[in-house]
């Protein structure tokens, strides 16, 4: 059995992609409400700033900074995973609601958080599931826009940023 090895890094900047088992789900969408709670409730257990979150159908993507001396990101998830999987009345059943694992980055700098906030952010679009990046319902893109980090109209139309991955 390989070894995983994750970074730990006390009070960093962190970047998931964290992705149910079945890429065919919803149940994220479907269960925004639940998905919602089970991040409050954990939050205010062990608190962490959530510097940028979309949530798509069957995964998401998230840029989170712990507090300082605080490594345990890892745990976080766990719980909000676990919590979620309850309230769904699926309780024991995580392994089949969720991939085992997520991926993480340490952010190294503000250039790399910047680089991956804007990744975030257009996932919806990449993917397909918006024309525009403002159109998504289920991203703190709107929590940035209302507090001046981001234009509305930020992130263009699919067919620019399709031109800008080609450049």
Known sequence: MSQYRRSYLPGGSWFFTVNLRSRKSDLLCR???ILR???????????????????????MHCIWTLPENDTDYSGRWREIK???THALGSAGLADTIWQRRFWEHCLRDEEDLRRHKDYVYINPVKHGWAKRVQDWPWSSFH??????????DWG??????RAGERE
């Open 37 to 59: 709670h089970q991040v409050a409730r954990v939050k205010s257990r062990r608190p962490f700033i959530i510097n940028a979150w979309v949530v798509l159908p069957e995964h």
């Open 143 to 152: 929590r940035d826009v209302a507090a001046g980090l981001y234009p509305l």
């Open 31 to 33: 269960h925004i409400d």
């Open 156 to 161: 263009g139309e699919m067919a620019d940023i």
């Open 82 to 84: 676990k919590g979620f």
